[in-house]
């Protein structure tokens, strides 16, 4: 059964730091991988969706990377802002949009 | 605004009740899917359906049951609930079902309370 898990679990910086934010799976055949953002009390937004076959994808100060053989995905912000602050959570897509969260990371840009 | 919305945005009920959830997409999507957002909890997928069909039932008890009567209205009717059923039930649709470069788009959710 797939695993997600998302390292750290709340993560508080000043405003203006990069960060990056972690993701590992157990299970490799994966379809994609997505970044989400959610506020709270609020639904789900999608940030960037990466491929298997492929190894980053890029929005805005947002970049998403995908190490399939080793399980692993990384969202780089650059440049935090408080707009920011919100839980970021990765999902894995094992086909037939059978979708495997984390329990995400809950991040605080303070100004 | 994400083209998917839910109703009611907040359900307060007892344990005999029977309420029904409501999500409509306008996004011209063929799948739709309902998850619950529980506490310290990770996303749990609870129903999908392609093209009206349900694909996916993930071993959800029955007290809840979907509906879904057409692409763009997907229902979640729900009785003798409990407790622990309490949680943020989440409407998602997305173009195809299975397709790798498919893309979820969410609601904002039904903060459900069971007295």
């Known amino acids: 059964k797939q695993e997600v898990t998302q390292i750290p679990a709340a993560l508080s910086v000043p405003e203006g730091e990069n960060l990056v934010l972690n993701c590992s799976f157990t299970?490799?055949?994966?379809?994609?991988l997505q970044w989400f953002r959610q506020d709270p009390g609020k639904g789900l937004t999608s940030l960037l969706l990466?491929?298997?076959?492929?190894r980053e994808q890029t929005s805005g100060r947002l970049n998403a990377s995908l190490d399939k053989s080793s399980g692993r995905s990384t969202l780089y912000i650059a440049a935090s802002q408080p707009g920011d602050s919100a839980t970021y959570l990765c999902?894995?897509?094992?086909?037939?949009?059978?979708?495997?969260f984390g329990k995400g990371t809950m991040l605080l840009v303070s100004p | 605004e994400t083209g998917v919305t839910q109703t009611p945005r907040h359900l307060v009920m007892g344990m005999t009740n029977k309420k029904s959830l409501k999500c409509e997409q306008h996004?011209?999507?063929?799948?739709m899917y309902w998850y619950k957002q529980s506490a310290k909890k990770p996303l749990e997928l609870m129903f999908v359906?392609?093209?009206?069909?349900?694909?996916e039932n993930n071993s959800v008890p029955s007290r809840f049951s979907p509906e879904c009567p057409n692409s763009s209205h997907l229902f979640l009717h729900l009785h003798t609930l409990q407790p622990e059923d309490s949680a943020l039930y989440l409407c998602?649709?997305?173009?195809?079902?299975?397709?790798?470069?498919?893309?979820?788009?969410f609601g904002p959710g039904t903060r459900l309370t069971v007295l």
């Open positions: 996004l011209g999507h063929n799948a």
């Open positions: 999902a894995v897509n094992e086909g037939y949009s059978t979708l495997t």
């Open positions: 998602a649709s997305s173009q195809h079902s299975g397709a790798t470069t498919d893309t979820q788009y």
């Open positions: 990466i491929q298997s076959s492929q």
């Open positions: 359906y392609n093209f009206k069909e349900q694909t």
């Open positions: 299970d490799s055949a994966i379809y994609n």
